[in-house]
């Protein structure tokens, strides 16, 4: 089953857990943008942010890349750790 978070970005449930994101559109990926956009905001390097938040240095660079899947357990770690948050919206289409 797969839900819609702005059109762009897909979350796949397995047995009603959020497993992974799958992003439709690289160029136009909104978290990745959102999370480099904060990090550089509070001065922080990829691996200073990674250290802090505790995430791996190498997810940290797939993610603000637009990495077409990534845990979602994490995306919500770094997310948190910014003051950041996505919605799930309904999808028009």
Do not use: W
Not at 33 to 41: E, I, L, P
Not at 67 to 91: C, P
Request: aromatic letters at 8%; hydrophobic letters at 40%; one cysteine or more.
């Amino acid at each position: 089953m797969y839900y819609t978070v702005s059109g762009i970005i897909f979350v796949k449930y397995v047995d009603n857990i959020p497993e992974r994101v799958y992003n439709k559109n690289m160029e136009t990926n909104i978290i990745a943008n959102c999370v480099r956009q904060k990090r550089k905001k509070l001065g922080l390097t990829q691996q200073e942010f990674a250290m802090r938040s505790g995430l791996g240095l190498r997810f940290i660079r797939e993610l603000e890349q637009g990495k077409q899947t990534v845990r979602l357990d994490k995306v919500n770690h770094a997310l948190k750790f910014l003051s950041l948050k996505i919605e799930v919206v309904e999808d028009d289409e």
